[in-house]
Nanobody, 114 residues
Framework: QVQLVESGGGLVQAGGSLRLSCVVS????????MGWYRQAPGKQREWVAL???????NYPGSVKGRFTISTDNAKNTVYLQMNSLKPEDTAVYYC????????WGQGTQVTVSP
């Protein structure tokens, strides 16, 4: 059974940075396409970063150039480095495979103040 534990969120001012972590158990981050997703209040969950098993990345235009996804295969952990944060990045952030499984972690709250 896959378990996903996200951490690293917090309150930051616009322009600041955060690094999120997601420890994965029950599945290997090295053989799956891994993704970071976010869900803002009243909005649908959306993916914001993808990393394939071959090392290729993909980002939507809203975060491209500001967010970076990476993995540490030895720790079976996925990271999301977020720079130049904007108030519109405020959301609960989750990691999962892509496409996502039905198992989600608790997420980690990111709040960006103006």
């Amino acid at each position: 059974q896959v378990q996903l534990v996200e951490s690293g969120g917090g309150l930051v001012q616009a322009g600041g940075s955060l690094r999120l972590s997601c420890v994965v158990s029950g599945s290997s981050v090295s053989i799956n396409t891994m993704g970071w997703y976010r869900q803002a209040p009243g909005k649908q969950r959306e993916w914001v970063a993808l990393l394939s098993s071959r090392g290729s990345t993909n980002y939507p235009g809203s975060v491209k150039g500001r967010f970076t996804i990476s993995t540490d295969n030895a720790k079976n952990t996925v990271y999301l480095q977020m720079n130049s944060l904007k108030p519109e990045d405020t959301a609960v952030y989750y990691c999962n495979t892509f496409p996502a499984t039905t198992t989600w972690g608790q997420g980690t709250q990111v709040t960006v103040s103006p």
